[in-house]
């Protein structure tokens, strides 16, 4: 969970000088315009930064040496091995820079003393991203914009849909999934949503009612042992003939295999995918002049009614500085309870 920054917390680093630093950070899997944020927020919180562009194992843990906070990316995997080894280097506490965590195994963490939580960014780039890959499926941008690339400016043969003739149902009603229906119900559409805990304000119902009746089904909820592959083959089974499914969560929310069969034979209309199972080792690197050891990716690749894009529905301006400060704001909280409990 992320922890909200206190009034406590407020009046500690008003009191703390930003010239003497208060505490250590050490922060892995550091890219280039992280680390240029890092280092000229830092200071402010007064905040020693210990930056690597290595993401931690049990190789580097060392780097950690002295800090009992550190800092993670999203897109390597932390072995339990690494964690035993980073508690053995007296490191407490894990700000993950990403709103999900299924890369660390976080009850382990807890067993071997260290506590794990992630961050909050704006919603709205991820919601945007959301809505821009629904137009783009139901106007079939993908294969306009191919035949544009070379010349080919016929129209389709099968006309596009607009949103507001649309039902469109939201799985997770977090705070991106909120976004996404505010975006929706602005289109006009009917939104049914679906979440363990529903709240006020949005038309709740059964996952099955609302796979059954939406023309468009986008998934938010966290990845986690309850929800891998929740829209499985016999789900899959149960959408609307001709839906789409969008997803800009986790890519094993769905079971790959099932989703691809279900395009093939025509069942399911479009897919939409900043995400995907097996996603590790081919997004963020130029595979261009490499093979890429992902079948299903490449039988994705060759439908028409296919998007994919690489894990960037996240990627603002806005949500790196989020990010940024809150990693930094984590780990002072984690250090501020720490003085409090001696």
Not at 94 to 118: M, P, Q, W
Not at 119 to 141: C, E, F, I, K, N
């Amino acid at each position: 969970m992320t922890y909200s920054e206190p009034a406590a917390l407020r009046r500690w680093l008003a009191s703390s000088t930003s010239t003497t630093p208060v505490t250590g950070i050490t922060i892995f899997g550091c890219e280039q315009d992280e680390a240029v944020l890092f280092r000229q927020l830092a200071p402010r919180f007064g905040v020693m930064p210990t930056i690597t562009a290595a993401a931690v194992s049990e190789a580097n843990v060392e780097l950690a040496a002295g800090n009992r906070c550190i800092s993670v990316g999203h897109k390597t995997p932390i072995t339990n091995a690494t964690l035993l080894a980073l508690s053995r280097t007296g490191v407490e506490y894990v700000s993950t820079r990403s709103v999900g965590y299924n890369h660390i195994d976080v009850k382990y963490a807890e067993s071997v003393g260290i506590l794990v939580e992630n961050v909050d960014y704006s919603p709205d780039g991820v919601a945007d991203y959301t809505l821009m890959l629904m137009l783009m499926a139901v106007r079939d941008a993908k294969s306009i914009l191919r035949r544009a690339d070379v010349h080919d400016y016929r129209l389709n043969e099968v006309r596009g849909k607009e949103l507001r003739d649309l039902t469109v149902g939201v799985i997770g009603t977090g705070r991106i999934g909120t976004a996404v229906m505010d975006r929706v119900r602005g289109f006009g559409c009917r939104v049914l949503a679906y979440d363990k805990r529903p709240k006020a304000g949005a038309n709740f119902v059964r996952l099955d009612e609302l796979l059954e009746q939406s023309d468009i089904v986008t998934l938010h909820t966290p990845l986690t042992a309850e929800t891998h592959h929740l829209l499985n083959r016999q789900r899959i089974k149960q959408l609307k003939h001709g839906a789409l499914i969008v997803n800009t969560g986790r890519g094993a929310l769905i079971d790959t295999e099932a989703l691809v069969q279900a395009v093939e034979n025509g069942s399911l209309g479009a897919a939409a995918l900043d995400v995907l199972e097996g996603e590790e080792g081919i997004f963020y690197a130029d595979c261009r002049n490499q093979p890429i050891d992902s079948k299903l990716l490449l039988r994705l690749h060759e439908l028409p009614t296919v998007l994919i894009s690489p894990h960037t529905a996240y990627y603002t301006d806005r949500a790196l500085r989020d990010t940024i400060e809150n990693s930094l704001t984590n780990c002072l909280a984690f250090e501020h309870r720490k003085q409090q409990w001696i």
